[in-house]
């Protein structure tokens, strides 16, 4: 079984930067992870993946060019680097593990959840 804790949301201007970290404990190594966001009234929707070994990644359109995943696997930590942020990308945003069917872009496909952590895009 895994846990995971998101942090480093919060409050940015349009335009500026944040890197939110997963931290894990239990076996990280081998799961494949994903972020993902959810805005209020909305469903959560697919934002970034990364392979066990953090050789393949894949985002949503919406975030391309702009968002970068990333692991540390000795330290089971994940993380989602985030910049030219927009008002639109408010959300909270969740990690998780992937491991049940469907493609990696479907929640479907993921069994262990975080909590989540509040990214608000205003001025």
């Known amino acids: 079984q895994v846990q995971l804790v998101e942090s480093g949301g919060g409050l940015v201007q349009p335009g500026g930067s944040l890197r939110l970290s997963c931290a894990a404990s239990?076996?990280?190594?081998?799961?494949?992870m994903g972020w993902f966001r959810q805005a209020p009234g909305n469903d959560r929707t697919f934002v970034a993946f990364?392979?066990?070994?953090?050789?393949?990644?894949y985002y949503a359109d919406s975030v391309k060019g702009r968002f970068t995943i990333s692991r540390d696997n000795a330290k089971n930590t994940l993380y989602l680097q985030m910049s030219s942020l927009k008002p639109e990308d408010t959300a909270v945003y969740y990690c998780?593990?992937?491991?049940?069917?469907?493609?990696?872009?479907?929640?479907?496909?993921?069994?262990?959840w975080g909590p989540g952590t509040q990214v608000t895009v205003s001025s």
């Open positions: 239990g076996t990280f190594s081998g799961y494949a």
């Open positions: 990364i392979s066990w070994s953090g050789g393949r990644t």
């Open positions: 998780a593990t992937q491991g049940g069917g469907g493609g990696y872009y479907s929640p479907s496909a993921y069994v262990y």
